[in-house]
């Protein structure tokens, strides 16, 4: 997978949803003699993308667990707004 290069707000977008000390070992990285940051960077560029992944999967789980709990609040609205129907409807029917 070829790198474009990025921009200094895409750079900036970037370090927000990494880990600060992985932002500082990349920086580190970077700052080092060219020999040992090429075998250096592919190792890192993975542990970035893995980071990203996993916040990635991190924030749909919370969306899902939300959006769970909103419709188990209205299943549980539902479920007592049908018992009333069903009791109603039984104090009725045993009046008549």
């Known amino acids: 997978m070829s790198q474009a290069p990025k921009t200094q707000r895409q750079d900036e977008a970037a370090q927000d949803e990494l880990p600060k000390d992985l932002v500082e070992l990349a920086i580190a990285i970077a700052q080092m003699p060219g020999d040992v940051r090429m075998?250096?960077?592919?190792i890192m560029n993975k542990v970035i993308d893995n980071s990203r992944r996993r916040r990635r999967i991190y924030t749909?789980?919370?969306?899902a667990l939300s959006q769970l709990r909103l419709d188990m609040k209205y299943l549980m609205f539902d479920l007592e707004a049908?018992?009333?129907e069903r009791d109603h409807y039984k104090s009725g029917s045993n009046e008549d």
Not at 39 to 42: G, T
Not at 60 to 63: A, F, I, K, T
Request: glycine share 0%; proline share 9%; net charge positive.
């Open 39 to 42: 075998k250096l960077e592919p």
């Open 60 to 63: 749909l789980v919370q969306e």
């Open 82 to 84: 049908t018992r009333r």
